[in-house]
T-cell receptor
């Protein structure tokens, strides 16, 4: 596709429910990143994939957060037993290759936990 | 770890004037410095970036300068237009940290007509 696509754009869930957020990166992009953005703040790194390999998950807040990219393209970020503090915008970015290549972002999924 | 500070948090300028946003970073090993523009309800959009082997880069009305010794970099927007109104973020990364971007807190730029 022309850009990074994320779905759903908005997700409302009750505390304790599980949610799954999807990211379709730019076709052919090797690297994929997930970030969390709280209101009025800059994004914070969650995790990084190079093809299907998750090379860095140091930013995941807890073991309730899980990300995968099984075939090296589409990625899913899953949050189990959601809590109110999980409410944020979740951004996905992809970049062409290795090294410090420009990261291109989707418009994010706004997650609200009631 | 890396820390990026960004100033000011809000900047209001008259249309046609210039705007300057400044960032400082703490990790001398950082070597890539992008700037992003984020409009309401949208994801960050890369507007310009600079690498540590370059001191300045320009793209039409936008320029970025980097001072490695002082560990700061700045975004310059000339001849501002209403569509420049947005939140601007600076970021930094280093090649051996798996390219994760460390972000500033953002600057809300308001262009007054």
């Amino acid at each position: 596709g022309a850009g990074v696509s994320q779905s759903p754009r908005y997700k409302v869930a009750k505390r304790g429910q599980d949610v799954a957020l999807r990211c379709d990166p730019i076709s052919g992009h090797v690297s994929l990143f997930w970030y969390q953005q709280a209101l009025g703040q800059g994004p914070e790194f969650l995790t990084y994939f190079q093809n299907e390999a998750q090379l860095d998950k140091s930013g995941l807040p807890s073991d309730r957060f899980f990300a995968e990219r099984p075939e090296g393209s589409v990625s899913t970020l899953k949050i189990q037993r959601t809590q109110q503090e999980d409410s944020a915008v979740y951004l996905c970015a992809s970049s062409r290759g290795l090294g410090n290549q420009p990261q291109h972002f989707g418009d994010g999924t706004r997650l609200s936990i009631l | 770890g890396e820390n990026v500070e960004q100033h000011p948090s809000t900047l209001s300028v008259q249309e046609g004037d210039s705007a300057v946003i400044k960032c400082t970073y703490s990790d001398s090993a950082s070597n890539y410095f992008p700037w992003y523009k984020q409009e309401l309800g949208k994801g960050p959009q890369l507007i310009i970036d600079i690498r540590s082997n370059v001191g300045e880069k320009k793209d039409q009305r936008i320029a970025v300068t980097l001072n490695k010794t002082a560990k700061h970099f700045s975004l310059h927007i000339t001849e501002t237009q209403p569509e420049d109104s947005a939140v601007y973020f600076c970021a930094a990364s280093r090649v051996d940290s798996n390219y994760q971007l460390i972000w500033g807190a953002g600057t809300k730029l308001i262009i007054k007509p």
